[in-house]
């Protein structure tokens, strides 16, 4: 069919008049004499689409999607659209999928109200698709024996991610990545045999940082301090604030023998952890965190360590998040963490948490790769003296 450029201009006002009136059927002659000419373009077929949803031809609507997003595939609406014909046909697994790409084509665009509503609707369409689809695999696995109490906890965490209700968390060291290392956001404390020997200690360490604290608290310092040589470029609320202060028997490799002194138990027994005595490490330290005071979402500078506290003075709705795991300490009994991944920390109580905290070299390191990872941070720290 042959059509001037006006003729083609008309009959696309007109079925545009004639969709705005509810007259979807001759809208839908308009627009499909438009389109029987090989010129259409995107906003056409989706005229198209509208009029032919308007009544109630799905099989026609989804042809004009599709021809749609052969001319431009990151339509929002053509993917809402191809969405709602995919559902309406019983494949729900494809109406998922394309409602969620509409949803992250959406993401951070500012769209007119009524694409806002309509990817609301989606949102809310997502969330009962999908879970209706972790029910049918709930019933699935049951029926094979795998019902929640004979699962592991790793298969579990794995459909937690499939379903959407983990997020998927990896380390992200800020100055240092080791590669090849296992993302293991929390490791078990049983697994190390000197673990038992320091909570032994616990009591001991305890009564040790208690006697300081009768003191005052004035030897512990911000643990986020700023340096004038090193501007930075957050806003961290807890920059030189002392609702999160630590009290060091070493830092970054630097031992406060004033401190180690007034605390003898607590050294001796962070002695028998794989402390990574290099040029930057350990670090040794008890940590305090004001009531109400609550550790933004961070990760630590190098992944060839594990971060442990040995938790000594928790008050009741303090919390730790590892990755998409949040835990309470527990007085005595180690948390061994990797600090590549993404934490934070609440002390919603009332009253101040202390913790011993201390780092270890990562189980999974031969002895080759603790040498060369202690060479390098040597040569690092040579470099940074010859240079001043």
């Known amino acids: 069919m042959q059509l001037s450029n006006q003729e083609a201009e008309r009959l696309v006002r007109d079925g545009v008049e004639a969709l705005g009136q509810g007259r979807a059927a001759e809208a839908r002659e308009r627009f499909e004499r438009v389109t029987a000419t090989g010129r259409a373009n995107s ?36 993917h809402i659209m191809k969405g709602d014909c995919r559902n309406d046909a019983g494949d729900k697994s494809a109406a998922l999928g394309l409602y969620k790409s509409a949803l992250r084509i959406a993401a951070g665009q500012n769209l007119p109200n009524e694409l806002a509503a309509e990817l609301r609707r989606v949102d809310t369409a997502s969330t009962e698709l999908a879970a209706h689809f972790e029910a049918q695999r709930e019933i ?26 983990e997020q998927i968390f990896v380390q992200e060291p800020t100055a240092y990545y080791y ?5 293991i956001p929390y490791f078990d404390p049983t697994s190390f045999r000197w673990a038992a020997q320091v909570e032994a200690a616990a009591n001991e360490i305890r009564k040790e940082i208690q006697v300081l604290l009768n003191k005052g608290t004035d030897d512990f310092l911000p643990y986020i301090r700023s340096d004038p040589n090193l501007p930075r470029l957050d806003d961290n ?20 023998e004033d401190t180690i002194a007034r605390c003898p138990n607590t050294w001796n027994a962070v002695q028998n952890a794989p402390l990574p005595i290099i040029a ?38 303090c919390f730790f998040r590892v990755g998409s795991e949040v835990r309470q300490w527990q007085e005595g ?19 101040d948490r202390v913790v011993l905290i201390f780092d270890i070299w990562r189980p999974e390191l031969s002895e080759q790769d603790k040498q060369e990872i202690g060479a390098l941070f040597a040569s690092e720290q040579i470099s940074i003296e010859i240079t001043k």
């Not at 590669?179 to 993302?183: A, C």
């Not at 040794?284 to 442990?308: D, E, K, Q, W, Y």
């Open 333 to 351: 009994k180690l948390l061994i963490f990797d600090d590549t991944i993404e934490h934070e920390a609440w002390n919603n109580s009332d009253r």
């Open 179 to 183: 590669p090849e290392l296992p993302q």
């Open 140 to 165: 699935a696995l049951n029926a094979q024996g795998l019902d929640r109490g004979n699962r592991s906890s790793r298969f579990q965490r794995s459909l937690n991610i499939l379903s959407g209700r």
């Open 43 to 78: 906003q056409i077929w989706l005229l198209l689409a509208t009029a032919c949803r308007a009544i109630g031809d799905r099989d026609a609507e989804e042809r004009a999607v599709d021809s749609l997003l052969a001319l431009e595939p990151r339509a929002i609406r053509g």
């Open 237 to 256: 609320i807890l920059l030189d604030n002392r609702d999160w202060s630590a009290l060091f028997l070493c830092e970054n490799g630097r031992r406060f």
């Open 280 to 317: 930057n490490s350990p670090t040794v330290m008890f940590s305090l965190l004001r009531a109400g005071a609550h550790i933004t979402p961070h990760t630590g500078t190098h992944n060839t360590r594990l971060t442990c506290h040995l938790p000594l003075i928790v008050p009741p709705d």
